[in-house]
């Protein structure tokens, strides 16, 4: 052993000793702190019943723009689009439609199911049917008849109103042209009217 | 020449809910007049209005209801008190009804006649002009 190896040298042997070990710990904690990655739910499965999908074929989100024969434009969406079984028209569900009229008034309409009969003239909306037109008119009923061909809305059972004006409540309602001017269409609440007004404005408690 | 008469002997609240009933209501969408048809029966507390036909003023914000324009044959009834003309306008806010057209007006067993009506029903009073004849059964009511 040479004379005492001077500093420099000393130095570089712990060196050679201290940085192998300080680089293996790195290595081991590299390890220690990386995610687990759990192999089994590295696919999530779609949860749709394959069978039912193909059992009756349906689309899905289907979109039919119109405009009637008075120029009204009819818009309607749907969540799905079945086609009926031996020509029973096409039925649907989760439908919004929207009624542009010629004289710049909107008809928004929102319903649980519906029915394309298959003249496809005519549609059927059931399941809870709500409208809102831009005067501020809001109907609830249970179902109405639209035509495809001309604007005809009608409805089949009792609707409830909130109304500008107060809560009206009728047993049926059909909104169609006005006969008189071409451009007006005329919303008519049949059988048993009952509208009830709060002075002052604030909507009365039904 | 003007008769003055007490209506009714009752202020009338206005601020009470109208209800009114009829076998049809149009409400055309454009402009949104509504129009009630078919033995209209309007209602307001005490008093009660019924007509062939009702049409429905808004006031300028279109929330509310400026003034009910009854035609076609109106009678209106208040306690004990009746009055028959062709046609009535009635202003809710300001609680006045005019009735227009051979007006005729019931007051127990008294009876009074004209052309116009006027029926404030805030402080329950009426004014009767234009060729007003009345029937009085002396000591009567």
């Known amino acids: 052993m040479p004379a005492r190896p001077d500093r420099h040298s000393r130095m570089i042997g712990w060196l050679k000793v201290l940085l192998p070990l300080a680089a293996l710990t790195l290595l081991a904690t590299l390890f220690l702190f990386s995610d687990r990655i759990d192999p089994s739910d590295a696919i999530p499965y779609a949860k749709v019943d394959v069978e039912d999908l193909a059992k009756d074929p349906r689309m899905s989100a289907p979109d039919y723009a119109g405009t009637t024969a008075d120029g009204a434009g009819i818009t309607l969406s749907a969540q799905s689009l079945r086609d009926g079984a031996d020509g029973a028209g096409t039925s649907a569900e ?15 309409i929102s319903a649980a199911l519906a029915n394309v009969d298959p003249s496809g003239k005519e549609l059927r909306l059931d399941g809870g049917v709500s409208l809102a037109t831009q005067a501020g008119y809001q109907l609830q009923t249970e179902a109405i008849t639209a035509d495809l061909e001309q604007t005809n809305l009608a409805s089949t059972a009792p609707v409830t109103v909130t109304a500008p004006m107060g809560d009206i409540r009728a047993d049926s309602f059909s909104l169609t042209q006005d006969p008189l001017n071409k451009g007006a269409y005329l919303l008519v609440f049949n059988g048993g009217v009952r509208l009830l007004y709060q002075p002052g404005g ?3 408690s039904p | 020449q003007e008769a003055k008469i007490a209506f009714g002997g009752l202020a009338q609240d206005t601020s009470l809910p109208v209800e009114v009933q009829a076998d049809s209501l149009s ?39 400026a003034r009910l324009h009854a035609s076609g044959g109106v009678t209106i009834a208040n306690l004990a008190d009746a009055a028959e003309a062709q046609e009535a306008v009635y202003t809710i806010d300001s609680g006045t009804i005019v009735l227009t057209g051979d007006v005729l007006l019931t007051q127990g067993p008294s009876a009074l006649s004209g052309q116009k009506l006027t029926i404030n029903l805030k ?10 004849s009345t029937v009085f059964v002396p000591g009567g009511n």
Do not use: H
């Open chain 1, 202 to 204: 604030q909507s009365p």
């Open chain 1, 94 to 108: 989760a439908i919004s439609a929207l009624i542009e009229t010629p004289d710049g008034q909107r008809i928004d």
């Open chain 2, 123 to 132: 402080d329950g009073t009426g004014v009767m002009e234009g060729r007003v």
């Open chain 2, 27 to 65: 409400v055309n969408n454009a402009d949104g007049t509504a129009i009630f048809a078919g033995n209209v029966l309007v209602g307001q507390g005490e008093m009660k209005l019924s007509a062939a036909s009702v049409k429905v003023e808004y006031a300028t914000d279109g929330k509310a209801i």
